[in-house]
């Protein structure tokens, strides 16, 4: 019989996570996962620690962290330093950093420089001397200064497509964070999470509630945000896409658009996306988990089937605490 996954959340780092935290840690939540986008939100590694030395049991993970924001020793510090707050409640899931890296106008980092970078914390982790950038570093702590070497925290990768698949197959991963149910032949992983954004819908609701909105809203927003930035002008397809478009393009010359596309990334809706989503209707509730709490728990069962261990909610909309909560009791519908 296919085990069910257990349900974690991924918020963002924002000044009240310990309480986000703390209600999840409550529910039953696995884990709290934290989005590592320094141009869109507060420091994650900072908020590690806040919700680490605020809680008492909840797993801990970085949703996920982008190599080129700090040095592989910067990282291992950080890791170090969260593992003594919080001894084997962390795990770190690394990726190329698509929301992250566009939002200061980059492309992701190419997967075998994630690759080199994994290897190079986790050869830090370990006590071992490592190159980087040509020269050998190795974490000197002193007992008392940092964590004894070995540091045995879990490195993820954040597995999306076949490149990010062969990348995690090639490091030995101990687990992949996805987004999307993975097809028949991308199975097997040992620990496989899954992230979905939504809501539960509650009685009478339908797209256009406002609670749906907001709620919603963000995922779906994040979409036309993933459109425009992989294939600019065929946003105009979206309803209201081209409106949405003339807006951006009216607020900033070119080469300044990636600095207010993405903000409100799976978390909050603006002015902007807000009109694009309420054009949508009905669409808003296709992508992610949007639907009773019937539908929700069937698609607990569905992922199960499909190797995934754990799912990964992530809350939007104005008030994260009701959106945890009704997750959380969809869980047992």
């Not at 992610?288 to 754990?310: K, N, Y």
Request: a negative charge; one cysteine or more; glycine letters at 10%.
């Amino acid at each position: 019989m296919t085990a069910r996954p257990s349900y974690s959340c991924a918020l963002a780092p924002t000044a009240d996570v310990v309480d986000k935290a703390k209600l999840a840690e409550r529910l039953g939540y696995q884990r709290v996962w934290l989005f590592d986008s320094p141009a869109l939100h507060g420091d994650m590694w900072v908020a590690l620690a806040r919700i680490a030395s605020g809680t008492d049991r909840i797993g801990l993970a970085t949703g996920v962290a982008v190599p080129s924001l700090r040095h592989p020793m910067v990282t291992a510090s950080a890791i170090g330093s969260i593992h003594e707050l919080a001894p084997d409640r962390l795990i770190v899931a690394v990726g190329t950093g698509y929301t992250a890296r566009h939002a200061l106008g980059k492309k992701p980092i190419p997967w075998a420089d994630t690759v080199r970078y994994i290897r190079q914390v986790r050869g830090l982790l370990d006590g071992e001397v490592v190159e980087i950038d040509g020269r050998p570093c190795q974490m000197m702590q002193l007992h008392g200064s940092g964590a004894s070497r070995p540091i045995n925290v879990p490195l993820w990768v954040a597995a999306a497509g076949p490149k990010g698949a062969t990348a995690a197959r090639e490091l030995d991963a101990p687990g992949v964070v996805m987004t999307s149910v993975p097809a028949e032949s991308d199975r097997g992983w040992a620990q496989c999470a899954l992230l979905r954004f939504g809501t539960v819908m509650r009685a009478g609701e339908d797209h256009a509630s406002p609670r749906v909105i907001e709620a919603a809203g963000p995922g779906y927003a994040s979409i036309v945000h993933a459109v425009w930035q992989n294939t600019g002008n065929a946003v105009d397809a979206l309803p209201g896409g081209k409106a949405w478009r003339t807006a951006i393009e009216a607020e900033r010359p070119e080469n300044q658009r990636h600095l207010v596309v993405h903000q409100g990334h799976l978390s909050q809706l603006t002015e902007r996306d807000r009109a694009v989503v309420t054009a949508a209707g009905p669409a808003i509730l296709e992508p992610g988990w949007t639907g009773d709490a019937a539908s929700i728990a069937a698609r607990f069962e569905e992922a199960g089937a499909a190797g995934v261990t754990e799912i990964v909610y992530v809350p939007a909309g104005p008030d994260i605490l009701s959106e945890l909560e009704a997750f959380a009791g969809a869980t047992e519908a």
